[in-house]
């Protein structure tokens, strides 16, 4: 059917859902944005599955984080319809971001995207297809890709008996007097991965914080004659009563080398066991492959893979994305 003024026939469904939502941007959200981010994190979580922000994002939406980052959030009327974070303060700037489920598709999460200056990397978690898809319509490249492994105890062999090598022995980490060590040993150890090698104070302290930290599941391997300097640590995290993770393990640089990697990693998993964890994950560089062969050795197997892209900036080499993560 049609008029003087052209065809009266449905328009597509896309030419009415688009939206051009209005900014707002803070470094720190007030009460009422962060109970409407947090909101819409779990909601896009109970629809995709998998936690659309990491947990370094999430502790900084919750203002718990050591790191200064821009919040960009998109309104459509008065609807939070999407979330983007923005942490400069790591190599070229990563950022997280997500659209609310009954907002996709709509053009929110292109518009929050073109504010992010080129080379700013996006992480995308758990290998959706609407990330890929998105990614693709928005010329994205991949430089980056976090593994996700895991193992269940029932599943792979038995653990092997965790053994130290001779003067090394392992105890808990002390609240109050094993920080400072516990971070110069992470920054030497990750001296090359801006994010976890970056870790500070602050960060640690906000993690001590959570209701899932435990100090005897932050083991420390010591020198018995100098038990206040740390070789090596394995930090565990109960994320449920059966869901455990390898959260961070580290090995000071100067004791790389002895064949500690595989006993601190052992020590921690016998940790978790015990405590009646019946699943473990971790999270592991793409482009790791020695990380990625103890795990496997240890019967891990991947369970899915976080991707970083970004646009390439041809006035950039892009070959190296210059950053590390949070955990192994
Ligand atoms: C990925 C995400 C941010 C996309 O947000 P969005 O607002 O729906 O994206 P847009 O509307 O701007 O989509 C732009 C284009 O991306 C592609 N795209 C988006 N979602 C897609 C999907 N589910 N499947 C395939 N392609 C998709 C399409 O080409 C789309 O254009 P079209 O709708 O005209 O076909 C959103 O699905 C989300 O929040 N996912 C969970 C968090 C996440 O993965 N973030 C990482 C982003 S890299």
Redesign the pocket.
Known sequence: MSSKFGSRRAAPA?WNRRVTPRLARTALLSADQQAAVLALVAA?QAE?G?A??SEQALLAARGRSGRAVEHVLAYADSDL??YLQVDETIGTGSA??????A???????????RQLPTGTR?????D???????????G?EIVRELWVLGRRFDEAAPLAEPVLPDGLVARSFRPGRDEDEWLRVNAAAFASHAEQGQMTRADVDARMEESWFDPDGLILVVPEADPDTVAASHWTKRRSDREGEIYVVAVDPAYQGKGLGKPVTLLGLTYLRDMGVDDVILYVDGDNPAALKVYRGLGFTTRSVD?M?ARPDPHVDGSSPGSGTMRT
């Open positions: 896309w896009a995709d998998v659309p922000i319809a999407g997280e971001l997500v659209v609310a489920p907002y996709r598709r709509r053009g929110v999460g292109s518009h929050l995207l996006v992480w995308a978690h758990g959706l297809e609407a990330a890929e898809g998105f990614a693709a319509a928005n994205l991707r892209f």
